[in-house]
Each structure stands twice: as C-alpha cells, then as structure tokens.
C-alpha cells in the first residue's frame, strides 16, 4: 500500500465522522472514459451508493441549487461524466441503468461532428493535451438522443474543448454560445455547462460571462461540496479516479480532499 493509501485509510474515520456532523450540500462525481478494466470497480461504489440511498440525479440537484431541503445523513451524489466517450454509453446502460442512476453527460458538439479520424487527432490534441492518443471514439448524436430519452442529461462542454482562459470575446462566444446553440438544434437546450480542465486558472470572468448567456449551472472540476449558497456558475466536483486504492477513494466520495482545494474555491468564486 503506498503512503497515499495509508494516510487515506487513516484519516477515513475521522472525515465520515465530520461529513455526518457537517454534511455539506451535495457532490458531483467527475468521470471521464471508464475502460472495461475499471468497470468493476465503478459497479461497486455506485452499487454501494445506491444501496445507500445516495444518488441523486440532475433535477433533485437543481432543486438543491435552488434551495431545496437536503436529505438527513452524508452527502447525496450526482454522477458526471465529461468529453463524451463512447464507454459512457456502456456504464449508462450497463451499470446506471439497473441502478435507477441519471447522470449529466458534458460533450463537445463540434468534435461529435468530425470524421473519426479528425476527430481521433482533435481529442488527442484537446481534450488529452497530446498525453495520450484518444482511448476511444466519442459518442454519436443517436446515441446521446438514446441517453437523453433515457433520462441523462447532455450538457454543453464548449464546441471544442480550447482553455477558456485568455480566449478572445469572439472565441468565447464560438465555444460556449456556438456549443450550446448546436447542442440544442440536435437535443434540445441544456441548464448545464461545464468548463474545459475544471481547475481554476483554465477560467476567467470573460468565460464566465459568455457561460451565464447561455447556461443555468457551471461545473468545475474544483473539490467541495454545492447547496444553495454555492454560485451557480462555480458548482464542484470531485474526479473520482478508479484505478486508486478503495481506501483513497472513499476518501474522495467523502468530501476529505476538500481542505487542499479551499484556496481554488475562493478564486473561483470571485471571479
Ligand atoms: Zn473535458
């Protein structure tokens, strides 16, 4: 066991014990393309989860956002998933779906729209940062309609996947306004956003701006927990990375990452 997971395995006890005292409004999951290795494991926390009675989906989470009550016990979690890879239709279908889960899907419509190849090599370049070639292709407009008519929620991602910090007003206006205007011709419009990276310095106040034209509800990829006093256009989220120790990642899906991350919500929230 690494000294990460030793820690995490340590500390577990103490941050549940805080999540029941203080819990903190809801949190949002943060996945991306879930290979079949890690399948397994996903089945399992949601299992869990769900078993607890934990998941909640888009709508229950804007009620909260607007001032709902939240439910007695820990935190409620809604499930996300950015870029639209083509395993999320699988884990929706496979492992969502006998749980009764509807999650948020953020995807980029004018990567949907490339030939497979062009696409292949504009994923690799903006969604990966050239790190990795792309794992798998993106999901198709027939089966995101698929996903919708059952439930999930597609929800705007930018046209491309560029840093939104630094872009220009008429760039701004291409990829938040040009995504959300095409995501609505092919599905209908979408509350939701959210922005390329997640962390705080890929997002301005310019971006923030463009966001609010076109969007109730931002998601960054900032940790801590979202109820009505959060701002709308700041909401966090917590990546929830699969192949780490279950130690780390119940760690995680508590909440006890959160103190590292109070200084990215401040700036977050003043922007
Ligand atoms: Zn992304």
Known sequence: MSRRDRLAALILPEVRLWRRLAPGGFRILLLHDVPPAQRPVLARILGDLAAAGRLIGPAEA???LDGAAPPPGPPPLLVSFDDGFASNRIVAESILAPLGIRALLFVCPGLIELAPAEQAAAVAANVLRGQRPAP??????????ALAAAGHVIANHTLTHPRLAGLSPARLADEIGGGADLLARRLGPSAWFAFPFGDVGSIDSAAFAEIGRHHRFCRSGVRGGNDATTPKL???ADHLDLAAAPAWQALTLAGGLDPAYRAARKRLDRL
Do not use: S
């Open 234 to 236: 700041a909401l966090r």
């Open 62 to 64: 804007e009620t909260l």
């Open 136 to 145: 798998e292709p993106l999901l198709g407009w027939d089966e995101l309609a």
